[in-house]
Protein backbone atom coordinates (compact mmCIF):
# COMPACT_ATOMS: atom_id res chain seq x y z
CA UNK A 1 0.00 0.00 0.00
CA UNK A 2 1.19 3.73 -1.22
CA UNK A 3 0.14 6.68 0.76
CA UNK A 4 0.65 9.80 -1.40
CA UNK A 5 0.78 13.33 0.25
CA UNK A 6 0.64 16.72 -1.66
CA UNK A 7 1.84 20.36 -0.46
CA UNK A 8 3.04 23.20 -2.11
CA UNK A 9 -1.16 24.51 -3.19
CA UNK A 10 -1.71 28.46 -2.66
CA UNK A 11 -3.23 31.27 -4.17
CA UNK A 12 -1.27 33.26 -6.40
CA UNK A 13 -1.30 35.65 -8.81
CA UNK A 14 -1.22 34.94 -12.57
CA UNK A 15 2.27 35.13 -13.65
CA UNK A 16 3.38 33.56 -10.55
CA UNK A 17 5.46 30.50 -9.71
CA UNK A 18 4.63 27.57 -7.48
CA UNK A 19 6.05 24.35 -6.53
CA UNK A 20 4.20 21.19 -5.47
CA UNK A 21 5.70 18.37 -4.39
CA UNK A 22 4.29 14.67 -3.73
CA UNK A 23 6.04 11.92 -1.09
CA UNK A 24 5.31 8.31 -1.67
CA UNK A 25 4.81 7.00 1.46
CA UNK A 26 5.57 2.85 1.71
CA UNK A 27 6.44 1.14 -1.30
CA UNK A 28 9.41 0.77 -2.93
CA UNK A 29 11.13 4.29 -3.78
CA UNK A 30 11.62 4.61 -7.27
CA UNK A 31 9.37 1.72 -8.38
CA UNK A 32 5.90 3.55 -9.90
CA UNK A 33 5.13 5.43 -12.67
CA UNK A 34 4.40 8.66 -10.84
CA UNK A 35 2.26 12.07 -12.25
CA UNK A 36 -0.01 14.91 -11.94
CA UNK A 37 -3.40 15.26 -12.55
CA UNK A 38 -5.58 18.58 -12.02
CA UNK A 39 -8.96 18.87 -11.19
CA UNK A 40 -10.82 21.78 -12.11
CA UNK A 41 -14.41 22.49 -11.15
CA UNK A 42 -16.89 21.46 -13.60
CA UNK A 43 -14.22 19.66 -15.90
CA UNK A 44 -12.73 16.58 -15.85
CA UNK A 45 -9.82 15.48 -14.41
CA UNK A 46 -6.81 15.80 -16.71
CA UNK A 47 -3.14 14.96 -17.07
CA UNK A 48 -0.87 17.40 -16.00
CA UNK A 49 2.81 15.38 -16.13
CA UNK A 50 3.84 12.38 -15.74
CA UNK A 51 7.48 10.76 -15.26
CA UNK A 52 8.77 6.95 -15.37
CA UNK A 53 10.83 5.43 -13.50
CA UNK A 54 13.49 5.93 -16.07
CA UNK A 55 12.67 9.40 -15.65
CA UNK A 56 11.44 10.33 -19.25
CA UNK A 57 8.39 12.60 -18.83
CA UNK A 58 5.00 13.41 -20.47
CA UNK A 59 3.21 16.53 -20.22
CA UNK A 60 -0.19 18.07 -21.27
CA UNK A 61 -0.88 20.20 -23.73
CA UNK A 62 -1.44 23.33 -22.03
CA UNK A 63 1.42 22.82 -19.63
CA UNK A 64 4.14 22.80 -21.81
CA UNK A 65 7.07 24.73 -21.42
CA UNK A 66 5.79 26.38 -18.70
CA UNK A 67 6.07 23.41 -16.00
CA UNK A 68 8.12 20.77 -14.88
CA UNK A 69 8.11 17.49 -13.30
CA UNK A 70 11.45 15.71 -11.12
CA UNK A 71 11.52 12.98 -9.02
CA UNK A 72 14.08 12.25 -6.58
CA UNK A 73 13.68 8.14 -5.95
CA UNK A 74 15.67 8.48 -2.53
CA UNK A 75 13.27 10.72 -1.31
CA UNK A 76 10.30 8.95 -2.79
CA UNK A 77 9.27 12.13 -4.00
CA UNK A 78 8.13 14.33 -7.18
CA UNK A 79 8.08 17.74 -8.00
CA UNK A 80 5.99 19.99 -9.81
CA UNK A 81 7.79 23.47 -10.62
CA UNK A 82 4.72 25.50 -12.07
CA UNK A 83 5.91 28.87 -14.12
CA UNK A 84 3.78 31.78 -15.79
CA UNK A 85 0.52 30.71 -13.76
CA UNK A 86 -2.68 31.48 -15.71
CA UNK A 87 -6.48 31.24 -14.29
CA UNK A 88 -6.94 28.21 -16.34
CA UNK A 89 -4.35 26.31 -14.75
CA UNK A 90 -6.34 26.39 -11.44
CA UNK A 91 -8.11 23.38 -9.85
CA UNK A 92 -6.65 20.97 -7.21
CA UNK A 93 -3.84 18.96 -8.21
CA UNK A 94 -3.60 15.63 -7.22
CA UNK A 95 -0.48 12.82 -7.00
CA UNK A 96 -1.29 9.11 -8.69
CA UNK A 97 1.43 6.48 -8.21
CA UNK A 98 0.98 3.63 -10.57
CA UNK A 99 2.93 -0.36 -10.37
CA UNK A 100 1.54 -3.31 -11.66
CA UNK A 101 -1.65 -1.93 -13.07
CA UNK A 102 -2.65 -0.23 -9.39
CA UNK A 103 -3.09 2.99 -9.14
CA UNK A 104 -2.31 4.94 -6.19
CA UNK A 105 -4.25 8.62 -5.28
CA UNK A 106 -3.26 11.11 -3.02
CA UNK A 107 -5.82 13.95 -1.97
CA UNK A 108 -5.13 16.59 -3.41
CA UNK A 109 -3.28 20.31 -3.13
CA UNK A 110 -5.20 23.24 -4.17
CA UNK A 111 -3.63 26.17 -6.70
CA UNK A 112 -5.98 29.24 -7.00
CA UNK A 113 -4.32 31.30 -9.60
CA UNK A 114 -5.91 34.98 -9.69
CA UNK A 115 -5.83 37.05 -12.53
Known amino acids: QVQLIESGGGSVQAGDSLNLSCVAI????????MGWYRQAPGKERELVAD???????NYGDSVLGRFTISRNNDRNTIYLQMNNLTPDDSGEYIC?????????WGKGTLVTVSS
Open 96 to 104: KATRYGMDY
Open 51 to 57: IRTTGVT
Open 26 to 33: GGTPGAYV
